[in-house]
């Protein structure tokens, strides 16, 4: 929602919501030994409250800036299994040992049915820049850049012993 008060300025407060609705999916097979099946997700609400000054260029046209705060609350998570040692230790078997050591980073222990999540919530600014002309007596057309930043930490808690060794019990992030 945005009005206008006073001769140059406005004020807006919006709702935007982001989620994944597809990728963030790796997998890897190795001769139909599966050693990755990564699947990663997010979403986050922000709620932007925004004042600014509008100078008008021309009758049609205008310019205009504003500063202001935002909350947030969102996170993303991180689910499956990497057994890229498991793909290392097969392939190192077979005497192919040029071609196990591209897999050499994998976690050791392997991480299996991990599932761990990261959320968070807080308060921060944002601030836009903008044009916009008419192009109907009630319709404008706009460009617009707006940054919205959000900073946080979040606690996650791992849930298998390759995760707790490789990333950590309880990763911040």
């Keep these: 929602y945005e009005s206008d008060f006073g001769k140059y300025f406005f004020w807006r ?22 050693i990755v099946d990564m699947t990663w997700g997010f979403s986050s609400i922000v709620i932007p409250a925004t004042v600014g000054i509008k100078l008008n260029v021309t009758e049609d046209a205008a310019i205009y800036m504003g ?6 609350n969102g996170g993303w998570s991180l689910n499956g299994s990497n057994n890229i040692k498991g793909g290392y230790d097969i392939l190192t078997a077979a005497g192919a040992g040029a071609v196990a050591n591209l897999l050499s980073d994998g976690t050791d222990p392997v991480t299996t049915r991990e599932h761990v999540r990261f959320r968070t919530s807080g308060i921060a600014p944002n601030f836009l820049i903008g044009t916009q002309a008419r192009v109907t007596d009630k319709g404008h057309v706009f460009i617009e850049l707006e940054t919205i930043m959000s900073a946080a930490y979040a606690v996650g808690k791992t849930q298998s012993v390759g995760g707790a060794t490789n990333l950590s019990p309880f990763p911040a992030y």
């Design 67 to 72: 500063a202001g705060l935002n909350y947030f």
């Design 13 to 34: 407060v919006a709702a935007e919501y982001t989620q994944k609705i597809s990728g963030g999916v790796t997998k890897a097979d190795i001769a139909g030994y599966n």
